[in-house]
């Protein structure tokens, strides 16, 4: 079924990102049927489905645990390594949970690199403003957080996601988002 992304629900992003993170982090078709609320045949057929259309996703995750149990690490693509001790245990969930581990490591490491660089390219380009100008006060998983002079905001804005999407060099484009207000919360 194709839909118009006009068309995209609610419903259907928080289902999507189920299935998508889920089979990534290897749930199975039991716990996917227990967070989206479906029978696990319902849950099965939809992993099926995943798996025929994105075949790709299936090889990395393969060449990954076969990467992992030969060099009993992983890393992200700027290099930092996630050492798996258990990758090779004769106890099978522990062999399982680092081969989760395996999966996962290489993209939310990647991850947490790409905004440890953005938060170091801001910073820098914060040290350059006035000092009443913008305060990077936090940050939140992909998000940073700024304190910003009113004045001051639509420039900052520009220049803050400017330097995030300049944060690494990648094949696709990252995309950098902002919103503001009063209190974190309705900056979303």
């Not at 992304?5 to 990534?24: H, P, Q, S, Y």
């Not at 489905?49 to 992983?74: D, I, W």
């Amino acid at each position: 079924m194709c839909v118009s992304l006009d068309d995209v629900t609610a419903e259907m992003r928080r289902r999507a990102k189920a299935i998508n993170f889920g089979l990534i982090y290897g749930m199975s078709a039991f716990g996917l049927a227990k967070q989206l609320g479906i029978p696990r045949a319902e849950a099965q057929q939809y992993m099926d489905l995943y798996f025929e259309r994105y075949p790709g996703v299936r090889q990395y995750m393969e060449s990954t645990r076969l990467t992992a149990a030969e060099q009993g690490y992983v890393e992200t693509i700027f290099g930092r390594r996630l050492h798996l001790p258990e990758i090779k245990s004769r106890n099978g969930m522990r062999r399982k949970a680092a081969e989760r581990a395996a999966i996962n490591a290489p993209m939310q490491g990647t991850a947490a690199d790409i905004i440890k660089r953005a938060m170091i390219l801001v910073d820098n380009w914060l040290q350059q403003q006035p000092e009443e100008t913008a305060t990077l006060i936090m940050q939140v998983h992909d998000e940073l957080v700024l304190e910003v002079n009113n004045e001051d905001l639509q420039r900052v804005d520009d220049e803050i996601c400017r330097l995030m999407e300049s944060a690494a060099d990648l094949a696709v484009p990252l995309i950098a988002e902002s919103g503001s207000g009063d209190c974190w919360d309705k900056a979303h």
